[in-house]
């Protein structure tokens, strides 16, 4: 039967048959072929090889030649757009054969001359070449066929020299490795694990029993990409792996030489489990992907061994059959055990007080945190969540304070310089997630979770406590209940300091920046740009500059005063976004962390030590470029989808009106940063070093790279695929002044959240984080 496109039962056809002389007639090995249906039909032993055509009747698949025709076709494999399969022709005995381009059946070649058969079996797929076992006057050895599926058949290698056979089994894949088991002989190495790489060599994995001893190798079963098989050494069976990362034949640890019988091998959600017996009982187990066994229960204890346990996968539980020795035999599932984070001092409901002194640097969240886990000592596929629910600012920091084994590159997050997850960073109110892959174990999860760490980037911050939340999955389906800390953040007091005023670009002179009279230092601005749709129009209260994709465009100093972060400095200016595209061009994520990382318009300032800070300006949104030591794109294009790709990536950020004329300050102090819009904070953190880029593609290698200055300062459009449309305006620039002699005549009174209040022209008074401060005579 088929189902029409109406969703209706529809008979099918079958051409030139009539089943009523078949009276023991069976339909079997249903096989989808790039859209169109085979099968095998017939009695036992003389089934023919069918398919249904395109008008959806079922039709003998036609043999090339009449006079031999196959019969009894098994091992239906589709590789390469070709069918193969074996079958019989009453000539040849059993061979491989496959559909060729006319849509007929055709043997490939007769591997063991005259009416004898070759009996191919184990027809597997790897990488694009099909393998099988055969036999021929050198015995039951590996062959293999061609990408391109000629009808020319090779021997892999005779193992077993001679006419003696091999006997290939257990074939398996792995990746792009083919794994199996063969015998060389007792002269030889006896029956042992064997490989063809993804060359074609064919090379002993290891003689598990030395000499010519077989270790027999059996069930062979691939969890996560890695090989999982039993085999005999000189001490007895085991249950052994191979490495990945070495290719090394370990055995599994934290087994007793007693267990035996290994077997009922089920890989459920990439682990593996399986049962074993000792001098009690049948014991379930499971692997991590680290190679430790770890045992999760007595199966049968005083039941017996012979019983059939059935273990079973279903929607990623494992079902098996226990006897309790108190009812019986019954269908029972394993429940994974929940991971559970344990915090210092720990009391149920009780919230330990952390206190951390703002722009310090990063404090431990919980030093001395335990992860427990009972049946899992591994994470892999699991994550880490760190979240502030309660209290949060856009000033907060989490993140992951590292040491000698816990480092970040970029957002890899490496133990002992060997990855164990991913990090999606967290910017105020974000959550911070950590991924974990196989490498990260119980014990170094456990370590990194010591290391989260809090800090605030704010001068003035908010003292309401923030509640931080922890949880953890495992990987295996377990999530920790939800662990938290009360954090308060205790504001330090920064000493004012005074500061001497440069005006930059003073818009009420309605000339243009590179102008030498557009200030009283003369021209401070140099204009460059790259592409013909950039314009700039002077217009009242400022310049307009307009540039398109594919464009460079904007103003950068050529000389200021040394910008020393340990003393301060804040970067003053009007502007307004008329419009700004970043989405028009290609991709726009660079590192996948669902944030664009292009803007039209950035403003870009550098101190003397080379760190500074770039912001990205959207028509909703400032946000930050981020810095890093891999610079594999080359360019602030962002085009490549990489975690290890942070240089000019977005971080921290804030959602904000610049469609309208705003005067910001951007204030460097220390090693940190504060932006403030007409007075207010919105943004801060910790400052950037962008010296890693290196411009090697075109147009930015025939630019000076300007993150190799010091002392920078510019404004407009640095990528080649974003523009914008602004009105620029005052521009100007404050130091600190260590000798100033200075007397004023007239009281001046800051406002608590102001940068700075002007004295006059030259002088401003400067304290980023105090109440109202007023100076006398």
Known sequence: MQIDNAGNFKSVKFINFNSSNYPTLTLQN???INGTLYFILGEENAGKLWRINQIGDAEIVRDSSSTYPAFNP???TFINNTLFFTADDGRYGKELWKINQQGYSQRISDINPSESSSNPENLTVVNGTLYFTATNSYGTELWRIDSDGNPQTITVKDIFYGAESSNPSNLTVVKDTLYFTADQGSNYSGRELWKVDNRGYVTLVKDINPGSLSSNPENLIVVNDTLYFTATDNIGKKLWWIDNSNGQVKPVVNFSNELSNFDNFTNINDTLYFTTTDTVSRKLWKIESNGNAIFIDDINRNSGFDEDFNLTAIDNKLYFVKDDSLDGSQVWVLENQAPEIKLSSYIANFKEINSFNN???????EPNAIILDRDSDNFNKGKLTVRITNGSHPDDRLGIHGNSSIVLDGRIVKYQNIEIGILTPSYGVEDMVIDFNANATRPIVEQLLRRVSYTNFSRNPSTNPRTVELIISDGDGGTSEVVSKIVNVQPVNDAPFIGRNQLLYDSSTNLDPINPNSTPNGSW???????????KTLVDGGIKLTSGNEAYAGFNTRTIPPLDKNEG???SFNLQLLSEDH???????????????RAGFSVTLLGSSSEGIELGFWENRIWVQQDGVFNTGTSQAADITNPYLTLFTQVEGVDFDTTKSVNYDLAIFGYNYTLYADNKSILSGRLRNYSAYKPTTEPDK???????????IFFGDNNPYAGAEVKLGDISLTTHSKYLSYSPNNIVTYQENNPGVVIDSQITLIDLDSPNFEKED
Not at 525 to 535: K, T
Not at 587 to 593: A, E
């Open 74 to 76: 098994e091992n239906l």
């Open 525 to 535: 601005f140099a204009y460059q740009q790259f592409g013909s749709n950039v314009s």
């Open 583 to 597: 989405t028009s061009y290609g991709n726009t994520d660079k590192n996948g962390d669902g944030k664009a990382d």
């Open 569 to 571: 400095y804040i970067l």
């Open 359 to 365: 722009y310090s640097q990063p404090q431990f969240i």
């Open 702 to 712: 025939f630019f000076p790279n300007p993150y190799s200055k010091t002392n920078f």
């Open 30 to 32: 249903l096989t989808n």
